[in-house]
């Protein structure tokens, strides 16, 4: 059975920092590139960061770079989201996913087979 677990998630202030976890299990975890998407209230679902395979190929979301490190450990099965200088319009919950042929990053949810049931991030002012 596959399955994605995210954690780190909490409240904070704006400046903070917050580093996220997403544990996977049930499949071949170096075999799929992995990202992170978000969701606030009242919004759609927007990419955050995806990483290939072996971490060699790495996307953010334009605005986000700079203040969000994507990693992996590979040997851990877990990916990690580092979100520094958080502010309030970061408030999403925060969700890991994974996509068959990893050797690439992917922006595109639709490519994503396997999903997290993510992890609240609120940030306040």
């Known amino acids: 059975q596959v399955e994605l677990v995210e954690s780190g998630g909490g409240s904070v202030q704006t400046g903070d920092s917050l580093t996220l976890s997403c544990v996977g299990s049930?499949?071949?975890?170096?075999?799929?590139?992995m990202g992170w998407f978000r969701q606030a209230p009242g919004k759609y679902r927007e990419f955050v960061a995806s990483?290939?395979?072996?971490?060699?190929?790495?996307k953010y979301e334009d605005s986000l770079t700079g203040r969000f490190t994507i990693s992996r450990d590979n040997a851990k099965n877990t990916l990690y989201l580092q979100m520094n200088n958080l502010k309030p319009d970061d408030t999403a919950e925060y969700t890991c996913a994974a996509a068959p042929g990893g050797n690439y990053y992917y922006t595109d949810a639709e490519r994503y087979r396997f999903w997290g049931r993510g992890t609240q991030v609120s940030v306040s002012s």
């Open positions: 049930g499949y071949t975890f170096d075999a799929y590139a």
């Open positions: 990483i290939s395979w072996y971490g060699d190929y790495i």
